[in-house]
T-cell receptor, first 116, second 111 residues
Framework: DVKVTQSSRYLVKRTGEKVFLECVQD?????MFWYRQDPGLGLRLIYF???????EKGDIPEGYSVSREKKERFSLILESASTNQTSMYLC???????????????FGPGTRLTVT | QKEVEQDPGPLSVPEGAIVSLNCTYS??????FMWYRQYSRKGPELLMY????GNKEDGRFTAQVDKSSKYISLFIRDSQPSDSATYLC???????????FGPGTRLSVLP
């Protein structure tokens, strides 16, 4: 059974703080993704990674960075948190396109981040 | 215009009703279409996947894709209270890459 875990369910941070969101998957997936989910806007891709130490910008990378030092772990970093980064953050993973199920993304439970 | 549009609801139906959920999109290059279900305080999980146009059935769920109209649908037959969730459509141009999600429709099935 695929499991994607995220380090925190709820997080409250102050403006200007550096924030780390951690994601771990246990299925040996090559691909990992970070999304934010806001009402009326759906899921928007922040960054993704197709391999260790690889990263690609998504649709809304501004204000974020990522790190993937190990295959199972993908971290999202908010260098200087701002109130407009208050959101639900979802991590996902999937197999690479060479397999028969690359269309399916497995999501973690999400981290609700509030920046005050 | 957003790339993928979806009526946010909320949509309330009585138990046993047939539910129709829809998405429209603007990019004719989309070929892979998915429906995800998201329960409250959980991450989305894949419900249905279809490639190109046509229908796909899985139990009480049927997914339809009409590429000529850029319109996809998810039908739920004999809806149950356990179907109450937010339903997100997702699509991509390339296999396994660059997914674009709709904003989701919140469904409530009343006992």
């Amino acid at each position: 059974d695929v499991k994607v875990t995220q380090s925190s369910r709820y997080l409250v941070k102050r403006t200007g703080e550096k924030v780390f969101l951690e994601c771990v998957q246990d299925m040996d997936h090559e691909n990992m993704f970070w999304y934010r989910q806001d009402p009326g806007l759906g899921l928007r891709l922040i960054y993704f990674s197709y391999d260790v130490k690889m990263k690609e910008k998504g649709d809304i990378p501004e204000g974020y960075s990522v790190s993937r030092e190990k295959k199972e772990r993908f971290s999202l970093i908010l260098e200087s948190a701002s109130t407009n980064q208050t959101s639900m953050y979802l991590c996902a993973s999937s197999f690479t396109t060479g397999t028969g199920s690359a269309y399916e993304q497995y999501f973690g439970p999400g981290t609700r981040l509030t920046v005050t | 215009q957003k790339e993928v549009e979806q009526d946010p609801g909320p949509l309330s139906v009585p138990e046993g009703a047939i539910v129709s959920l829809n998405c429209t999109y603007s990019n004719s290059a989309f070929q892979y279409f998915m429906w995800y279900r998201q329960y409250s305080r959980k991450g989305p999980e894949l419900l249905m996947y279809t490639y190109s146009s046509g229908n796909k059935e899985d139990g009480r769920f049927t997914a339809q894709v009409d590429k000529s109209s850029k319109y996809i649908s998810l039908f739920i037959r004999d809806s149950q209270p356990s179907d109450s969730a937010t339903y997100l459509c997702a699509m991509s141009r390339l296999y396994g890459q660059n997914f674009v999600f709709g904003p989701g429709t919140r469904l409530s099935v009343l006992p």
